[in-house]
């Protein structure tokens, strides 16, 4: 989770190329799926707990990278004699958080199977929330849902 929340950020800007690694793909499938082990299900008889750990922590991953699109500030740190410059790696400069979104709607949408997936979909929802109140951001929302079920 911490490698998926340090290498997304450089694919705000490109988000097909990620989506067209298999590798990444496999990594996000392999968090979807990390709750459906034959214990999990075995408890979900029992009481089910939804969402699980795995996927509330990675859908309060991307909530972060979401709203942290704004914040571009410099910290600086004095370490002695040494003035250092340092990034929070989580924020990214840009003007709205439509990149951001943009970049997991289509991340999710290569899953196998997304569209029946409520771990992917409850990722998918929180993504939604957090655009609908951006015009600009509602507006990518819906056009990416337009070209994936052709409406």
Request: aromatic fraction near 12%; proline fraction near 5%.
């Amino acid at each position: 989770m911490e490698c998926l929340c340090s290498l997304s950020p450089l694919f705000f800007l490109s988000p097909d190329e990620a989506a067209r690694s298999d590798g990444f793909v496999a990594s996000l499938l392999a968090l979807t799926e990390a709750e459906r082990s034959m214990l999990q299900k075995a408890r979900g008889l029992v009481r089910e707990e939804f969402p699980g750990r795995v996927i509330r922590d990675l859908g309060n991953m991307v909530q972060k990278q979401v709203s942290s699109f704004k914040r571009c500030e410099e910290t600086k740190l004095l370490v002695e004699v040494l003035s250092i410059t340092l990034f929070h790696p989580s924020r990214y400069g840009f003007d709205s958080p439509t990149p951001v979104i943009l970049f997991w709607l289509k991340a999710f949408s290569k899953l196998p199977g997304w569209s029946d997936s409520r771990e992917a979909l409850h990722v998918i929802e929180i993504l939604c929330q957090e655009g609908f109140f951006n015009k600009s951001c509602f507006q990518t929302v819906m056009a990416f849902f337009s070209d994936v079920y052709e409406v």
